[in-house]
């Protein structure tokens, strides 16, 4: 935690706390992977993207990015899935929203990360 002093838009100085988030690692940890990081940065990562497609994220992005970490599944795996969908699918999205195909993109990901769990399998198990 950081101290610092800032002066507000009146004019008048405040003490004030600041925080410094390091995507979700604690002092002292180190983040081994971009696999693991906290769910603020599997919105953030995922968000950016879209951002990057001129698209707002979508509304859900924070409950589906909570179901997609409790289940398991890689953030790589995850704007993996996202990009290639945006680059292929961007004339679908009229309004500049990203919420349009969002469903549908939710399904691709567990699906596609289902699979390649089955292929996984299979490979250690001839």
């Not at 706390?17 to 603020?40: Q, R």
């Not at 679908?92 to 469903?103: H, W």
């Amino acid at each position: 935690m950081l101290t610092g002093r800032v002066v507000s838009c009146f004019g008048k100085p405040q003490q004030v706390e600041l925080e410094i988030a390091l995507a979700g690692c604690s002092e002292g940890k180190v983040m081994t992977s971009i696999d693991d990081v906290d769910l603020d940065t599997y919105c953030g990562r995922v968000g950016n993207l879209y951002g990057r497609y001129r698209l707002s994220p979508p509304f859900t992005l924070r409950r589906a990015a909570a179901d997609w970490k409790a289940s398991g599944i890689a953030l790589s795996h995850i704007v993996a899935v996202i990009d290639r969908h945006l680059s292929d699918h961007r004339r679908r999205y009229y309004s500049g929203s990203g919420d349009a195909l969002f469903s549908w993109v939710d399904e691709i990901i567990r699906k596609t990360w289902r699979e390649q769990g089955r292929e996984t399998r299979l490979a250690q198990h001839p």
